[in-house]
């Protein structure tokens, strides 16, 4: 997985000119906000599909969904959350945790007094 330390680690290794750029980039689109003439640098989409296509394990699936693991492998066993246990460990598939988290924003939108 993708971290910032590593991304961190890895523009460090970077040319000082290569540095300047991300830098540059940074600064401009943090604060000014991204300008409508900039280069696409991170299609978002494509981004998005490449972390789907790796599953989640437990912890990681827990933190998307902002529960405990002992509450995730409960709903694994009550049939709530799609996972697989393979020996004693779970996987689960990244566009089911997003269908369900976004489910659930929906029911609880819906919930709330007018």
């Not at 970077?14 to 980039?25: C, D, G, N, T, Y």
């Not at 943090?30 to 998005?48: S, T, V």
Request: proline share 4%.
């Amino acid at each position: 997985m993708l971290t910032a330390e590593k991304v961190i680690r890895d523009i460090y290794l970077l040319p000082i000119e290569e540095r300047e750029k991300v830098a540059r980039h940074i600064v401009d689109f943090g604060i000014k906000g991204h300008a409508k003439d900039a280069p696409e640098i991170l299609d978002m989409k494509e981004w998005q599909n490449e972390i789907a296509a790796k599953p989640f394990n437990l912890k990681e699936a827990s933190e998307y969904l902002g529960v405990s693991s002992v509450t995730l492998r409960r709903w694994v066993k009550d049939g709530k959350v799609p996972g697989y246990k393979i020996g004693r460990a779970y996987t689960f598939d990244v566009t089911d945790l997003k269908e369900l988290k976004k489910g659930y924003a929906i029911k609880k939108s819906l919930k709330k007094p007018s």
